[in-house]
């Protein structure tokens, strides 16, 4: 008899109360964690939701370097050291996401002991299934006792060393930057790639500081764990007839849903969905993949969770 493969998002933590949303779970947190207005360059005012914001750490906008660095221009009239590289220190200790992460994901493990189970979930998840949650929590496991080895934390898990975050690996394109080619306020301003303007930085610390951001924000990308998605369907022996998608956008991690798709082609596919933007990227990602016969579930009432 065939199994059932669960697909699970950020939308299960959800809708057990727990803190895990971007904003503002993640958001207050991450913002504490910088200093003075790092912070802006990498982030949008768009809506507030984790895949919007995992796509937009690759297209940061760095034309406010220039204001946000100009407190900690290098003093050459000092004998001191500290003077002239502090411009360095603050680059190395800004956009350090990875210690806000920690935090967030903690908070929300934690969270996890005033969590109770729900019957709808005890109704849908099945024991005997097997689970690919992009959840770094241990919700599954603590609360509904999914056997851990069915269970596979692709992006990471609460306890463990690393946390994926960030955009597809191969798709950093920063906004253009702008800047007063003769210095003066007065223009002509011209437009280029961030790594041009810094390559002509003459000034030493003021050159190394931006290289320092630069290399930061390139590596909030995500590597491919496909082969561990691989691995894990071939040590269970995984032969599945029903994918079930609860609490996941469907608007980033195509490459996971591309290959489950093509593994089993004769799959029944059931996507829960809260609202009408995320039954659209449904929609949409079933097209893209040619994913046939998938069923869309509209969820309402007290199952309606924001992504």
Wanted: glycine share 6%.
């Amino acid at each position: 008899m065939k199994s059932q493969l669960f697909i699970i998002g950020n939308g299960f933590d959800l809708a057990h109360n727990l803190p895990t949303r971007f904003s503002p779970d993640f958001k207050n947190i991450a913002m504490r964690h910088e200093p003075n207005c790092f912070w802006d360059f990498y982030q949008s005012n768009k809506d507030a939701i984790w895949s919007d914001f995992e796509n937009l750490l690759g297209c940061p906008d760095f034309n406010s370097l220039e204001e946000i660095f100009q407190s900690y221009a290098p003093d050459y009239s000092s004998d001191r050291e500290t003077d002239r590289d502090g411009i360095i220190g603050q680059a190395k200790s800004s956009g350090n996401l990875q210690n806000a992460l920690r935090e967030f994901v903690n908070n929300a493990e934690w969270a996890l002991n005033n969590i109770q189970r729900q019957s709808f979930f005890e109704n849908l998840l099945n024991s005997n299934g097997y689970y690919i949650t992009f959840n770094y929590t241990h919700t599954l496991e603590s609360i509904y006792n999914i056997p851990q080895q069915h269970i596979l934390h692709i992006h990471g898990e609460a306890g463990k060393s690393h946390l994926d975050l960030g955009y597809p690996k191969g798709n950093f394109t920063p906004e253009k930057y702008c800047y007063d080619a003769r210095g003066k306020g007065r223009g002509p301003y011209i437009e280029t790639e961030i790594e041009n303007y810094v390559n002509g930085i003459e000034d030493y610390y003021v050159r190394t500081a931006y290289e320092e951001l630069v290399d930061k924000c390139k590596s909030f990308y995500k590597e491919s764990r496909i082969n561990l998605l691989k691995d894990f369907l071939y040590t269970n022996q995984c032969e599945i007839g029903n994918i079930i998608v609860y609490g996941h956008s469907c608007a980033i991690d195509f490459e996971y849903f591309s290959y489950l798709n093509a593994k089993y082609a004769d799959a029944n596919w059931t996507f829960y969905v809260v609202n009408e933007e995320q039954e659209s990227s449904v929609l949409q990602l079933t097209k893209r993949y040619s994913i046939k016969g998938a069923d869309i579930v509209v969820l309402k009432g007290a199952d309606i969770v924001v992504l």
